[in-house]
């Protein structure tokens, strides 16, 4: 079974984060702390989606654990599992569905610890509604590739959310590396975080069972919505852009919800298997 495993998360320190915001009303002679402005915006919005997502999969990966384990193959098949050959037959909704699910109490466990750090962050920077079409568009571009690349041929196995993670890493790299009008200390920080999430996360994609080329469409995904539509969200106006992301952040978890939920009617996970099913063995 191919999977990814987050290695690690880093999150810029943006100091002052602590402080109540500002209200921009300062003095001629005094010089204004774009960092403490800035630290104020982010602490007024709240982090709502970064934590769904986690408790999706925990709600998820325990269904698994009931309907005969989180490793088993059959199991995750039948909940909608990345599946190359049953996505060209016409199973589409798992191109999304495996996004949700992982194999294995470490992969959660990883893949949640990566969200949690980098997401809350992101969320607040580029609001929720961009924050959820760049996660979701960059969990289907890799399971998509992957779909048709098929390294492993096409009764490979695989789930996970490195995809959607590796489309959050890539967009943070093109935030620390193009100006946005970001305060330029958290700019500074910023790459050093995206440097390190980067290569610990590249190393780790290159280990045995790990499906590296959902990593990589996830990535190229994340660094293309970053350099062609998403940009943070620096100001509390609501705009015609506002309202369009809203809608597709919408349409975004609808997708995904409804992914899951069909492949779980449509897979029936908490039957029996059939005695004479024949499933393909794959290491973990």
């Not at 059959?74 to 990345?82: D, F």
């Not at 037959?89 to 191109?95: S, T, V």
């Not at 489309?167 to 100006?179: E, H, I, N, Q």
Request: proline share 6%.
């Amino acid at each position: 079974m191919s999977h990814s495993e987050g290695s690690s998360s880093h999150s810029p320190s943006s100091r002052g984060s602590g402080s109540p915001g500002t209200s921009g009303l300062h003095s001629h002679d005094e010089p204004i702390d774009e960092l403490a402005v800035f630290a104020g915006l982010m602490s007024s919005r709240p982090v709502r989606l970064t934590y769904a997502f986690i408790g999706l999969y925990i709600v998820l990966f325990g269904l698994s654990e009931l309907w005969g384990g989180s490793d088993s193959t059959q199991t995750l098949s039948a909940m909608g599992a990345q599946f190359p050959l049953r996505i060209q037959l016409g199973e589409y909704w798992r191109l999304l569905s495996a996004t949700a699910l992982h194999g294995g109490l470490l992969h959660i466990v990883l893949n949640s610890y990566v969200l949690y750090g980098l997401g809350p962050f992101l969320e607040k920077l580029l609001g929720w509604q961009r924050f959820v079409v760049l996660y979701i568009l960059a969990g289907l571009a890799g399971t998509l590739l992957s779909t048709l690349i098929a390294t492993g041929g096409p009764l490979q196995l695989s789930v996970g959310a490195s995809g959607c993670l590796f489309g959050l890493l890539g967009g943070a790299a093109v935030l620390a590396f193009r100006d946005f009008g970001l305060p330029s200390q958290l700019v500074q920080d910023l790459r050093k975080a995206s440097l390190i999430n980067l290569g610990l996360n590249v190393v780790a994609s290159l280990r045995p069972n790990v499906d590296w080329v959902a990593h990589l469409g996830g990535g190229l995904c994340g660094v293309l919505l970053m350099l062609v539509v998403i940009r943070p969200k620096l100001d509390e106006e609501e705009t015609r852009k506002d309202q369009v992301f809203t809608a597709l952040a919408g349409l975004c978890l609808f997708a995904l919800l409804t992914s899951v939920l069909v492949a779980i009617w449509q897979g029936q996970p908490w039957l029996p298997p059939p005695a004479d099913l024949s499933f393909p063995s794959i290491p973990q």
